[in-house]
């Protein structure tokens, strides 16, 4: 007589579910990043890296800090110094890093980073040094900016608050997170509002005359646009922003950007200097060294564009700037340059508008020029004139019309 195999296969499911139950979780493996800046009476900072975690998971970083700008003061653990760049090894149970970093920096003929006695403006990667580390594979930082200023000071961040006076630090796309964005202290203004759905921040010196409402308009009308053409979500966007003696333009940051007080929402020429580092901001392109005309013709294309999609400016306004700019451009013999302004720029405007008009007139509306700044948001490599030409062709099924005058040689000097 052969014995029923019933109730061994159900103590085993009994067993196999119960200890599968019992089993916790696989818990990520994360550690602690703390970034803290403390201003002083002068331009001279104290920073201070420490790395938080129970067992090596960080086994090193190399951080880029130039003489002019850094001055290790010690560091926890073993490091060495060699032109420039530190190596440093924290100990098993964690360590930190401390050093001296100069706040004010001139950019031309204005500051990108300035101290002064009732405020201070900076972004966060240029008092936090670059830093490449070496880790143990599927390791996330948890971090956290610490802001130490004169009492009484307001502070302003692209983050969120972490609960405990810091702020949570988070980069898109990136396992190791460190401060990166435009931070604004002292005695501010600040107009905050849910624009499209984020968490929209207007901040500029008490007194600096900056148009923080005309900003939150301007978002307004155009934000949600922007929005719905990037793959990108960002929960907030931060705009910073200041008199004289700062830089007299505009600077992206990631989920920030810096504008002069004194520049208006829209141009004589009929762009938007706001937009146009919005779109810094929410359609990052990587273009190599030579090849700026990229990073600056998608930016002052989509400030134009973004504009005529939502009636900001009308169809007549946009064409009339578009035609500027192909005249002010035409005598440009190539796009290529490392620092694309003036004609350049404006000849960029002008093709990526007529590259709009193949790829819908080609595609029967199916694809715009839009598609292919996805295509080039997404392209891994720094972007170039042939990468472009490629992914349009890639959409036109043949060579783009609208890039046959275009070739891979320096562009001279432009007014």
């Known amino acids: 007589m052969t014995r029923s195999r019933l109730p061994t296969l159900l103590l085993t499911w009994l067993l196999g579910s119960f200890f599968c139950g019992a089993l916790p979780a696989a818990e990520p493996l994360n550690y602690g990043a703390e970034f803290t800046l403390e201003l002083g009476a002068g331009d001279r900072a104290i920073g201070t890296i420490a790395i938080e ?199 992206s940051a990631p989920n920030s950007l810096f504008l002069h007080a004194d520049l208006p929402m829209i141009s004589e020429d009929g762009s938007s200097p706001l937009l146009h580092e919005f779109a810094h901001v929410l359609f990052p392109v990587h273009a190599a060294p030579e090849e700026d005309w990229i990073d600056e013709g998608v930016a002052e294309y989509l400030s134009l564009r973004v504009m005529r999609e939502t009636g900001t400016i009308t169809p007549a306004r946009y064409n009339r700037a578009i035609s500027h700019m192909r005249e002010r451009g035409k005598a440009v013999a190539s796009l290529q340059t490392a620092n694309s302004h003036g004609a350049v720029t404006a000849r960029a405007v002008a093709l990526l508008h007529d590259l709009d008009l193949e790829l819908k007139q080609a595609s029967k509306g199916r694809y715009d020029v839009m598609e292919l700044l996805r295509r080039m948001m997404a392209h891994d490599d720094a972007l170039t004139l042939e990468d472009v030409r490629r992914m349009a062709a890639e959409l036109l099924g043949a060579p783009p019309r609208s890039m046959s005058k275009e070739r891979s040689t320096p562009a001279a000097a432009t007014p």
Do not use: C
């Not at 290790?72 to 032109?83: N, Y």
């Not at 759905?197 to 010196?205: I, K, L, N, R, S």
């Not at 007194?207 to 900003?215: C, D, E, I, N, T």
């Open 53 to 251: 975690q129970s067992t090596r998971i960080v086994r090193s970083l190399r951080l880029r800090m130039p003489a002019e700008r850094y001055r290790l003061i010690d560091a926890s653990g073993r490091f060495s110094e060699d032109g420039g760049v530190v190596f440093w090894e924290p100990p098993p149970q964690g360590g930190r890093l401390r050093y001296e970093v100069t706040v004010n920096h001139r950019s031309g003929s204005g500051y990108d980073g300035l101290v002064t006695p009732k405020w201070a403006i900076f972004r966060g990667d240029d008092v936090f040094p670059t830093i490449r580390i070496d880790f143990v594979d599927g390791a996330v930082s948890r971090s956290v900016l610490t802001l130490r200023v004169p009492e009484g000071w307001d502070q302003i961040t692209p983050y969120g608050r972490d609960g405990k006076g810091g702020w949570k630090v988070r980069s898109y796309g990136r396992k190791f997170h460190r401060p990166t964005g435009w931070i604004l202290v002292g005695d501010l203004g600040i107009r905050r509002d849910s624009v499209a759905g984020v968490q929209m921040a207007v901040a500029a010196p008490v007194g600096a005359g900056a148009q923080r409402l005309s900003m939150l308009a301007m978002l307004n009308w155009n934000l949600a646009w922007y929005l719905q053409q990037t793959p990108l979500h960002p929960k907030r966007l931060l705009v910073v922003s200041g008199p004289d003696p700062l830089w007299r333009g505009g600077r």
